[in-house]
């Protein structure tokens, strides 16, 4: 029995279908002479879920688990695609990600490095098409066909999808993401869904979800890597168990599809951090983890991006802790009395201090940027990274990175002992070791 949607799906043609299924008419707001193009049940649902993850929309910027969506799911796989599906396809991919790209970014003219040099302008302007076009290999349709056969209520059967990972392209790692933001909005990220995704391999290496979603991610940190409270903080030279690699984001495609999603970036960063929205954490513990882990892993992306000559693409960071920092103050009393983080209420010092600590970890990457800045103050006219380093130092003044410098500074001595708590043991004077108005900061 065919099947009618009131939506228009296009695409240019490709690979041959290898198994005959039943056709579903797929009819499109047309003209008197167009035709409905016709398609597999199979392939009517894979062009959905394309169509689905490369909306483009205010509250995908903003706040991806608000985004209302479904899930298209077929029990039954094809191999391959009819020519009409395919076609369709093609120019699905090609309309679909560049119009969410230049969407993510706004159409904004903005400066970037090129060469070690400034250049502004629109993201099409500042690049030529030879270092922008995406091209989308068959780990494109293969990782499709693998999602729309998932079924989205028995994620233990997932398995890896079968992909040849040596050919991936950072057109295919854009789609790979956007499956994986798309799952988040609608299954939200403490979701089995979602979390049995991100153990799959070519989910848990895609740059752009750890970009996006550092939090988000299982990880751990290594045990034999964290400092005593003596030194401060305690996770300063903490390693994650699992630690992604950002370089090739600085090179090449990859490298411009950062530039586009720069004011995404800074948008996630600002709506999803306990600072300016501390509903999103469900106890302390999920607070302390989710901070640390998010400052391990820019922690990460600033030194390779450093290493790269690139520091503008680090450029949504700092746009984002020049928003969080002043909010610091106006969360601290939340975090200290709320039913949910309270850290007032937590039973030992070493928690307390602890938990401060961890509460300050994404405004403490502003001493990483602002060893940047003196570094680049001290570059001559007539050095390589002249250019660079301006470039970086009128961005730095712009943000005020020299006030957001010393707020953080003013953080850390802020963070003082905790008064007694009752629920504790022992008295505060031996408690972990500190003496009274110690607090290893």
Not at 45 to 52: A, D, E, F, V
Not at 55 to 80: D, M, N, R, V
């Amino acid at each position: 029995m065919a099947k009618k949607s009131n939506e228009m799906i296009s695409y240019p043609s490709g690979l041959a279908s290898k198994v005959n299924f039943a056709m579903t008419t797929v009819n499109t707001v047309r003209s008197v002479e167009q035709t409905p193009i016709k398609v597999t049940p199979f392939e009517d649902k894979l062009l959905r879920n394309t169509r689905w993850i490369l909306q483009s929309s205010e509250s995908i910027l903003h706040s991806p688990e608000s985004t209302a969506g479904k899930w298209h799911y077929h029990s039954f796989p094809q191999q391959g695609l009819s020519g009409n599906a395919a076609t369709l396809l093609k120019k699905m991919l090609a309309q679909g990600a560049v119009l969410f790209l230049v969407k993510a970014n706004q159409g904004w003219s903005e400066s970037f490095l090129r060469e070690g040099r400034d250049k502004t302008g629109r993201l099409w302007e500042r690049s030529p098409l030879t270092e922008r076009t995406l091209h989308f290999s068959r780990n494109t349709l293969d990782i499709l066909r693998w999602w729309t056969s998932s079924d989205p209520n028995n994620p233990e059967a997932w398995t890896e999808p079968q992909m040849d990972r040596a050919d991936l392209t950072p057109a295919d790692e854009f789609i790979v993401w956007r499956i994986a933001d798309r799952i988040q909005s609608i299954h939200s990220f403490r979701s089995h869904s979602f979390r049995r995704l991100c153990s799959l391999s070519i989910f848990r290496n895609n740059p752009w979800l750890w970009l996006c979603t550092p939090h988000l991610l299982e990880n751990n940190i290594s045990s034999d890597s964290m400092y005593t409270l003596d030194k401060s903080p305690w996770y300063a030279q903490a390693r994650l168990t699992f630690s992604p690699s950002f370089a090739p984001c600085f090179q090449g495609l990859r490298s411009v599809i950062l530039e586009a999603l720069q004011h995404l970036l800074y948008q996630r960063l600002v709506s999803m951090f306990p600072i300016t929205n501390p509903s999103i954490v469900s106890d302390t513990k999920e607070f302390v983890d989710r901070n640390v882990v998010t400052y391990l892993v820019y922690r990460q992306f600033l030194l390779e991006a450093e290493q790269a000559g690139r520091p503008d693409l680090a450029l949504f960071l700092l746009r984002a802790l020049a928003r969080l920092i002043p909010a610091f103050p106006q969360a601290r009393d939340w975090w200290e009395h709320n039913d949910k983080v309270n850290i007032g209420q937590l039973n030992t010092v070493r928690e307390r201090i602890q938990a401060w600590q961890a509460a300050i970890a994404l405004p403490l990457l502003v001493n990483i940027l602002h060893l940047w800045t003196q570094r680049y103050r001290n570059v001559g006219y007539w050095d390589e990274e002249y250019h660079s380093a301006q470039w970086w130092l009128r961005h730095w003044e712009k943000y005020h990175g020299d006030e957001l410098a010393d707020c953080v500074r003013g953080f850390v001595r802020g963070i003082l002992t905790p008064g007694p708590n009752p629920t504790d043991s022992v008295s505060q004077s031996n408690r972990d070791g500190l003496r009274p108005g110690e607090t290893g900061v």
